[in-house]
């Protein structure tokens, strides 16, 4: 249900998100990569060549071009969502979408925002509405 509700509010932004509205989708869309760098073998190409082999259409061919441009699609879609939530997350914990900025800090800034992410629900925040409600 919450992940399916990630999806329905990916582009919303004026609203709350709770600790399970946050977590569930994150781990979900997390579980949904490795599982399919580890059915794809992504890992062993990655880690002997460098880069990310689709191995669906030869090199250099218009079948892999059109398979890398739907999975960049793919992942610039979910990267908004994730954008999103973080700021529906911290709306949560009546703080500013600014915070999202602690990431650009190396190592300290993502410990932060994790630890922000684990807070619980504050009450009575700026943003009243619940992703649920909108």
Request: hydrophobic share 50%.
């Amino acid at each position: 249900m919450a992940y399916l509700e990630f999806w329905s509010k990916a582009f919303v932004f004026n609203a709350t998100a709770t600790r399970s509205q946050y977590w569930i989708p994150w781990i979900t869309n997390r579980l949904i990569f490795f599982g399919y760098c580890l059915v794809t073998q992504q890992w062993q190409h990655y880690t002997k060549y460098g880069s990310v082999n689709l191995g669906l259409a030869p090199p250099d061919s218009i079948p892999r071009a059109i398979i890398v441009l739907i999975a960049m699609g793919i992942c610039l879609v979910v990267i908004i969502g994730q954008f999103t939530l973080r700021a529906r997350r911290l709306h949560d914990l009546n703080l500013s979408n600014w915070f999202i900025l602690l990431f650009l800090v190396p190592v300290v800034g993502n410990i932060i925002m994790f630890i922000l992410m684990l807070m619980p629900t504050k009450a009575n925040p700026r943003w009243w509405i619940n992703q649920s409600n909108y």
